[in-house]
């Protein structure tokens, strides 16, 4: 919503210089053993990337200054303030253009030095000594940049009052806050103001037929500068726009109406009424019968001034007839003034509202049909039996309502509606294999078996078991005790949900002790087994004595434990063993390289090999390539 003339590019801070170092640094780290020629065309870009940005923003900011003289001769009438002399930003451009020229030169030899460096953390250090090198240059202009930005604020929000922008203008207004509380769909947008005024501040309002913007002079009138003040108005007046004039009465600050009023009278001459609408502000809490009569005076004056013909209006905090009637006032003024154009002659001439006329005196009525009427009649009629809907039964049964799907079933018969559904499986219905006597058939068959139960037939009395079948249980029992241990030591030994590895196993030791032990604790008579096979010691060879002692240092150990590589194994040349080495290392080189392969290391397949696509193409050769 600035001046199209003006759009001064913001420099950037100080802490923005140290955004490429941070960069460099992470690059760094994530990708330690990046190649040199990658990581010096990767520098290169980004030193070349923030030259030309900084360059670019230079050189926006300077060429947006260069315009700014030519808005100030627009709005030099308006107020006086040192802001509008050409001399207040010569230092400032001055230092920018002189901050400017260097950037390129230093870039250049920074790229030269990276493209000559040998190693990559000679590369970082100097980046970062290319970015220590700019900071010295925005530092010296961060003094500048307060007022470049306040007059950048300046000059983007002083030219709001455009003949062809919707505004309104509030002035008298003491609390800017106050006042945004009670205006509906309000945007804030804070715009510096450098003169007499300390804030200019514009919000969009949305009623009913437009969009309007309003401009608000913050304590425009709080202090007595009568020569501003006059001018500020005079432009209010110069772009024909409306204003909206708040009275405010303070307790506290002894003369505040009366000098709103003597602001206003100043200016009363040129004020229209259709351009002109006074307002008292927190009426709910003074109101004008409260007023002494000392301090009434001012108020009827204004409201009896021969241009302002209207009334003052009240602003409370809760109704917003102000805000209606000042927009409608200003969409008046847009109209008329678009009204007493050449252009709206024009298309007025090309418009024609026709209206019917009547033939004759026949009344002729509009036709309902007999059905519609009838209907409306019964629509009507308050004791026409209402419908029971399924929200009424709800509401009706409360906790024991329950949602009945099968009333609504449209069947030949009513009493189907409740059926239970066939359970089919492949393709049979399983009601069709189910004996409907079957329940009879349970009855007699139990009553088959009591009258055997009282027979006596399950009476017959068990035979006693003998010695031997006794020895046989016990046996049996200590063989299922014995199967439960070794299940339980089995389970133990187990490791929990880990797989062991397979491994030959070691050869199991036996004894005869053992062997005894446990076929006796089985119920086995071991005591004339003396003479039995297993029972035999094996036979001792007689064994020489060694021809040569053992050496007991370490070099005998070493020796005769050692044993040679596989990779010297099977060669005994030195000379070729180092070869084959080395050949093994550079077939091993490839695999470890795509074990090192990331996300970002892809390849780029070569689709247009060159050895099919170089040279001249002959005819009749398109179609076998």
Not at 68 to 94: G, N, R
Not at 313 to 342: F, I, N
Request: a positive charge; charged letters at 35%.
């Amino acid at each position: 919503m600035g001046h199209p003339n003006v759009t001064i590019t913001t420099l950037p801070e100080e802490r923005n210089f140290l955004h490429i170092v941070i960069a460099l640094a992470r690059t760094h780290r994530k990708h330690k053993a990046l190649n040199l020629s990658i990581a010096g065309r990767f520098f290169v870009k980004r030193i070349r990337f923030s030259r030309v940005r900084f360059f670019d923003c230079f050189s926006s900011t300077l060429s947006g200054w260069q315009k700014v003289p030519k808005v100030q001769l627009s709005i030099s009438e308006v107020l006086t303030s040192p802001a509008y002399s050409p001399s207040h930003y010569i230092s400032s451009v001055a230092r920018m253009n002189a901050a400017r020229p260097p950037m390129p030169q230093q870039g250049a030899s920074i790229m030269k030095m990276l493209t000559t460096g040998r190693q990559l953390h000679r590369n970082v250090q100097i980046v970062r000594a290319n970015n220590r090198r700019d900071r010295p240059v925005s530092a010296t202009l961060d003094p500048v940049m307060p007022d470049i930005q306040l007059l950048k604020c300046h000059h983007s929000g002083v030219d709001f009052a455009t003949p062809s922008d919707a505004n309104l203008f509030l002035t008298g207004m003491s609390y800017l806050r106050k006042f945004t509380k009670i205006v509906r769909d309000v945007f804030l947008a804070a715009k510096i103001y450098l003169s007499g005024p300390k804030n200019l501040a514009t919000s969009q309002n949305k009623t009913e037929n437009a969009k309007y913007v309003i401009v608000t002079f913050k304590d425009v009138f709080k202090r007595k500068f009568y020569q501003l003040i006059k001018k500020t108005l005079k432009y209010l007046y110069r772009v024909l726009k409306p204003v909206l004039f708040f009275f405010e009465y303070k307790h506290r600050v002894s003369g505040h109406f009366e000098y709103h009023m003597n602001v206003m009278d100043n200016f009363n001459e040129k004020i229209t009424s259709s351009k002109f609408v006074g307002i008292k502000n927190k009426y709910d809490i003074k109101f004008l019968h409260d007023l002494t009569p000392g301090k009434e005076k001012p108020e009827l004056h204004a409201a009896e001034h021969s241009n302002v013909r209207e009334p003052l209006l009240k602003l409370s905090y809760l109704p917003y007839d102000w805000e209606v009637l000042a927009c409608e006032r200003l969409l008046s003024l847009r109209v008329d003034s678009k009204m007493r154009t050449k252009k709206a002659d024009s298309i007025l001439n090309r418009v024609h509202v026709a209206l019917p006329v009547p033939r004759d005196n026949k009344e002729r009525k509009p036709f309902i049909p007999n059905a519609v009427a009838d209907k409306k009649v019964k629509d009507a009629d308050p004791d026409k039996p209402r419908l029971k809907l399924e929200k009424d039964i709800m509401e009706e049964e409360m906790e024991d309502y329950t949602l009945d799907l099968n009333k609504n079933k449209d069947l030949d018969n009513d009493e189907w509606k409740y059926d239970k559904i066939p359970e089919m499986w492949e393709g049979k219905n399983i009601a069709d294999f189910i004996d409907p006597d079957i329940l009879k058939k349970l009855d007699e068959l139990e009553a088959e078996e009591e009258a055997r139960e009282q027979a006596g037939v399950y009476e017959s009395l068990s035979e006693e078991d003998d010695d031997e079948m006794k020895e046989i249980r016990v046996t049996a029992k200590k063989i299922r005790h014995k199967k439960v241990i070794n299940a339980i030591n089995r389970r133990i030994d187990k490791s929990k949900g880990k797989v062991q590895p397979s491994r030959p196993g070691r050869k199991r030791e036996r004894s005869v002790s053992r062997l005894r032990g446990e076929f006796e604790e089985l119920g086995v008579d071991m005591s004339d087994t003396k003479d039995a096979n297993f029972a035999r010691n094996p036979s001792k060879s007689r064994s020489r004595p060694p021809l040569k002692k053992r050496r007991a240092d370490s070099e005998g150990v070493v020796r005769s434990s050692s044993k040679a590589p596989r990779d010297k194994s099977g060669m005994r040349d030195p000379v070729l063993q180092k070869k084959m080495k080395k050949k093994g290392q550079e077939a091993q080189g490839e695999m470890n390289r795509d074990g090192r392969r990331g996300e970002g290391d892809r390849h780029v397949y070569d689709f247009k090999p060159k050895h099919l696509f170089a040279g001249k193409r002959g005819t009749g050769k398109t179609d076998r390539r």
